[in-house]
């Protein structure tokens, strides 16, 4: 054999060597071990149990208990006072304890400990108060079924001795996804939809919209229910709204100029339904609770925080674009979103201010009044519907813009109204 013929086959044996290697890395070595399955019986609700069975969940759940601005700004899970870069909360939420405590969810580990400590809470308040704060809704409902919403809420925390955690979401027995809040499991019913046949990819959106969603108390047995039935959007919400459901007609009247208000209620699930995300089939978890990788077990991230905190496993997956471009992206979008919200809010206060000051003067015309309260109501309900959400408009940015800018005029047209009952100079 000559020396190119022993070069040659010296570099065949090489490259099937390498070649090999490369293969059996990819196919021959075993792949990313899932989670091994470790049964739990029904009715396991504590997290430490949950904790030995699945470390690898677990730990990254624990995760939630860190509190942080978000990367933009923009909510985070710091405990704080809303109202104070919104103080137009004071006057919108006037006659209603929102005006006096409204501050940003700290997550799910902090769920019965926020609500203990929450300044809206009185003796008189009722069960429904606990439905989305403890994997203890699935007991409540088996033992009373919807009587638990009016059960003395004081009664039922004492009961729940744990917050929102795995067994809300996940049945113990197999880990598969599950919903327990009745309220929704009702809603998609009206809807035409059989939550029980739902795909994982969907379970993987509904965990989440079991909670993240806008509801209201039915009067008298504060039953939840989620304003659904004529569509997800604002508008549709509104329509339903003003069919006056189950009698309900408003969650308080503003103290100062008597508008029958609607308050939102986190409907960040009904955002993502009519975004991009949403409509192309990402789901709630691929952004929030993406998959990770360690030391060759992949898992579901349980910390539930902003994608750009895992920025390359959140949005990666993708979008190629470089990690600056991603983040200026939603900067920009939130940016938008808050100064018009912002405005919205500012505008809504004044239209509650000038329908109070005309309601003084004598002689005011009372039809002209109440369309500007009619106004004045929708117009908070635009600017709600973003402001209670939690994505500042990043889940659906031209529909929230556009919300928005219905908002502020809705608020323009009710100063006029308001204007025009008193009389024109009388303002």
């Given at each position: 054999m000559s020396r190119i013929q022993k070069i040659l086959?010296?570099?065949?044996?090489?490259?099937?060597?390498?070649?090999?290697f490369i293969m059996f890395r990819v196919w021959g070595a075993k792949p990313p071990s899932t989670v091994k399955l470790s049964p739990l019986p029904q009715g396991t609700y504590d997290t430490e149990i949950w904790g030995q069975a699945y470390p690898l969940y677990y730990q990254s759940y624990k995760k939630n208990l860190e509190m942080a601005a978000s990367p933009t700004g923009y909510?985070?899970?710091?405990?704080?006072?809303?109202?104070?870069?919104?103080?137009?909360?004071?006057?919108?939420?006037?006659?209603?304890?929102?005006?006096?405590?409204?501050?940003?969810d700290r997550g799910h580990l902090y769920s019965m400990e926020d609500l203990r400590e929450s300044k809206r809470l009185s003796p008189a308040s009722k069960g429904a108060c606990i439905t989305c704060k403890t994997p203890y809704l699935e007991q409540f409902y088996k033992e009373m079924g919807w009587k638990y919403a009016n059960a003395p809420l004081t009664e039922l925390m004492d009961k729940a001795k744990h917050p929102i955690n795995c067994a809300n979401c996940h049945n113990p027995e197999n880990m598969a996804l599950r919903v327990i809040n009745p309220a929704f499991i009702e809603a998609m019913q009206r809807r035409g939809?059989?939550?029980?046949?739902a795909s994982r990819e969907e379970m993987r959106s509904y965990v989440c919209a079991q909670?993240?969603?806008?509801?209201y108390f039915v009067p008298n047995t504060y039953q939840v229910v989620?304003?659904?039935?004529?569509g997800l959007t604002p508008q549709q919400m509104y329509e339903y709204y003003a069919a006056k459901p189950n009698g309900f007609t408003q969650d308080f009247f503003q103290t100062d100029s008597k508008v029958p208000v609607l308050k939102g209620q986190h409907p960040d699930y009904e955002e993502w339904q009519n975004g991009i995300h949403g409509k192309m089939g990402v789901s709630c978890a691929d952004c929030h609770m993406p998959y990770m990788r360690q030391q060759g077990r992949k898992y579901s991230s349980h910390w539930m925080t902003s994608p750009l905190k895992q920025i390359n496993e959140a949005c990666g997956t993708c979008h190629n674009q470089v990690q600056d471009k991603l983040y200026e992206q939603v900067k920009a979008i939130q940016d938008n979103v808050w100064q018009l919200q912002h405005t919205a809010g500012l505008t809504v206060a004044q239209a509650h201010a000038a329908i109070a000051n005309a309601s003084t003067k004598p002689g005011v015309n009372q039809q002209e009044l109440e369309k500007a309260r009619e106004l004045t109501r929708k117009a908070q309900w635009f600017w709600d519907y973003v402001a209670a959400a939690n994505s500042m408009g990043f889940h659906n940015q031209t529909q929230e813009l556009n919300t928005l800018g219905q908002s502020i005029d809705l608020a323009h047209q009710a100063i006029d109204s308001a204007k025009k009952a008193a009389g024109a100079n009388s303002l």
């Open positions: 086959a010296t570099l065949v044996v090489l490259s099937i060597l390498f070649f090999g909510g985070g899970n710091i405990k704080q006072q809303k109202a104070e870069i919104q103080p137009e909360l004071y006057t919108n939420f006037k006659g209603n304890p929102f005006a006096k405590d409204y501050t940003e939809i059989d939550v029980s046949k909670c993240h969603a806008e509801y989620f304003p659904w039935d004529k």
